[in-house]
């Protein structure tokens, strides 16, 4: 297993590329369920986490090829053989779930295994399925597996979400594009990935208005053909970077960063004594003077701040003159940084969803474990401050999510290097 190791203090400058976003490209790929043709997606990430949906798509019948290096992903779904998603693929990663919306309504049947627990709070999936049983499927929970079907095909109706979810409102949303008439998706999640999954379905040939906002309007169609789609940049990954020189001092320049897609976070590092300016390659980030200032955080669905970046914005304000307070509202138990962060010698006490933060002057390098994929990077911001040499262990979290991580980071200075144990 390997550990990433990092001499932290330097300040860090230059630019770093932002890759397409994971939790779009997840999304899309089960988009080729729907058609028979051709879908090609340009600036995929090269990450564990769509090679496991690779895996799921290809376990299913489908055709997928990684060019170009996996910059470009060809998919091809005109022989599915298998209507089965199994445990054993879908446990490793919860976006398996969205296979089960597009097999529905192409196919009228599909078996899902249920994607268990996360190490991030119970996660359940009850709102894909009343979504899809709002259009008309039957669906029975057996042996760990939702059994859907829909025999007379899906039906377009008017859904209201009970609470926002991003997985839901994509899972619903591909379905209905082959249901037929009209669906109307009301408090539907307004992350930008959503847009730009309707992007594509709509090259696709599907009709779909709304999708950014709470009310998602289908028209369904009787099929859908080939597209080729680019992959909306990674606003996580950008904003990731974006806290690098921040919680170091120096100025990176992110590359492809659009301040539409970060603007409750940009407020928030604004706030805290950050500079962010648009350039005509992206986004340029410096910290304006001293040390960085307390800033309280709550994390909520987009346009919010993104409980995403909690982890990594908890990094930077551990090292924040004053007392900071992070509420987080989406996951009930996304601390698990915290306690690693404390061995670095940050002052940090969670009261349920709740952390304060006192800042200390300077941090003080650790062996540290990631726990998660957001979790592992916030611990990499804070060695990157830290004084002396952090080890952290069990970065397969990292690769989830998160491509070249050494090289990005030691292209603007930063003392890095990935280890084998
Ligand atoms: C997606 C992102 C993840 C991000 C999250 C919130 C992907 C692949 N992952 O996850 O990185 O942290 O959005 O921005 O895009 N919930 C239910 N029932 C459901 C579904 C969700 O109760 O059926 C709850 C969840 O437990 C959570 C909240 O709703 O408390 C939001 O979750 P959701 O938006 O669905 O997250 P994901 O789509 O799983």
């Known amino acids: 297993m390997d550990s990433i190791v990092i001499r932290g ?11 397409g976003a ?3 490209c997840l999304t899309l790929m089960p988009a080729t369920l729907l058609t028979d043709g051709p879908l090609t997606l340009t600036n995929a990430p090269r990450l564990s986490d769509i090679g496991t949906m690779t895996t799921l798509l290809q376990s299913l019948g489908a055709e997928v090829s990684a060019l170009q290096g996996g910059k470009v992903l060809a998919l091809s779904s005109h022989e599915i053989s298998s209507m089965r998603a199994d445990y054993d693929i879908v446990r490793k990663m919860r976006a398996s779930i969205l296979v089960l919306g597009p097999l529905l309504a192409r196919y009228g049947h599909a078996e899902v295994s249920l994607p268990g627990g996360c190490a991030i709070g119970a996660r359940p999936v009850d709102l894909h399925l009343r979504g899809l049983e709002a259009l008309g499927a039957e669906l029975e929970l057996r042996d760990g597996y939702v059994h859907a079907k829909a025999p007379g095909g899906l039906k377009g109706a008017e859904f209201e979400f009970p609470l926002v979810s991003v997985g839901a409102t994509e899972n619903v949303l591909m ?3 082959l249901a037929r008439g009209t669906t109307v998706l009301r408090n539907a999640a307004r992350e930008p990935e959503i847009a730009d999954l309707a992007s594509c379905l709509n090259a696709m040939g599907a009709q779909i208005e709304g999708a950014g906002t709470d009310t998602i309007t ?4 009787e099929s859908l053909g080939g597209a080729t789609h680019p992959v909306v940049v990674d606003r996580i990954e950008l904003g990731t970077y974006m806290l690098a020189p921040a919680i170091t001092g120096g100025e990176v320049e992110c590359l492809g960063g659009r301040l539409d897609l970060v603007g409750a976070f940009a407020e928030r590092l604004d706030a805290a004594g950050i500079g962010v300016e648009t350039t005509e390659r992206g986004l340029k980030v410096s910290r304006r003077n001293g040390r960085v200032s307390a800033v309280d955080v709550t994390t909520e669905p987009f346009p919010g701040f993104p409980t995403d970046l909690q982890a990594q914005m908890m990094a930077l304000l551990c090292t924040a003159e004053g007392v900071s307070t992070l509420e987080e509202t989406i996951f009930e138990n996304r601390f698990m940084h915290a306690p690693e962060l404390m061995r670095m010698g940050a002052r940090i ?11 200390v002057e300077r941090l003080k390098g650790a062996p540290v474990m990631a726990t998660d994929l957001r979790a592992s990077v916030s611990l990499i911001l804070a060695a990157l401050a830290a004084e002396g040499e952090t080890v952290v262990r069990r970065v397969y979290h990292l690769d989830r999510g998160y491509e070249s991580v050494e090289q990005k980071l030691g292209a603007v200075g930063a003392t890095i290097e990935r280890v084998a144990e």
């Open 218 to 221: 289908v028209q369904g169609v």
């Open 175 to 177: 379905a209905a594009t």
């Open 9 to 19: 203090g330097a300040p860090l400058s230059g630019s770093i590329p932002i890759a």
């Open 22 to 24: 994971k939790n779009a």
């Open 349 to 359: 006490d969670v009261h349920g969803g709740t952390a304060r933060v006192t800042g």
